[in-house]
């Protein structure tokens, strides 16, 4: 049977959240980073280790605020329906091509920020390789290699008793106003739920795969607020506690 789904949040808390970031995009550290360094709220940035390398210096003082770095592959590989996508289509790919990806994310990031990344997030939250009948989940590699995973886009918040961490619900966070980030975290709440959210750039929420930094602000000061009742931190936090949690109740 499935394990109780009452997750016993800290702090009287009756609702998670993780904020979390794809691709170490610059708005990100420009735009974002110092308005959750301002109200103390943790995140999670998955990167490819080209561009935290460009801007390493930023990204290690993120990781000393007590930022999380995940691992978003080397090259990005995605489905070759997306037309930016050139040689690196997951339709081409081998399960051996994917672990080389993640391993030498990881080598590169460890050896940039001196940390190895425990989570990871879906390029494109899409989870094969092949095509056809020769199209394999890669997902039995992640969980060989990370406490837990993000897909996108999700639907929904997640239930932490229920929820398979290697496929975690990451909801759009981009170009949402703080209206719409509050609807869903009380639909979390009513589940004492688990939101996750993954954004991309962070600025002006009008345009393309932006979160708007209005709302950005707006939903740190009101995380932040006991009242309301929202224990945030990283993803990988608090993957680790639902996993011991999960475990202890088996
Ligand atoms: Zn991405």
Redo the contacts with the bound molecule.
Sequence with gaps: MFPDPVFPWPNDAEVGLSITF??ARASQLEVALPILDASGIKATF?V?PAPLEQRADNWRAALVAGHEIGN?TVT?P?TRNFSFIGKNALEAYSLDDMEWEILHCNDRVEQCCGVKPVVF?Y??GQTYVGQGAHTRSYVPLIADHFVAARG?PGERHNLPGRCNLHQVFGCPFDCLTFEAVLAMINAAREERGWLVLAG?DAGDGRQRQTVDEKTLRMLCEYATDPRNRVFADTFGNIAESIKKKNRTAE
């Design positions: 794809d691709d998955f490819m978003h990005h995605c997030a390029p494109c996108f991309h």
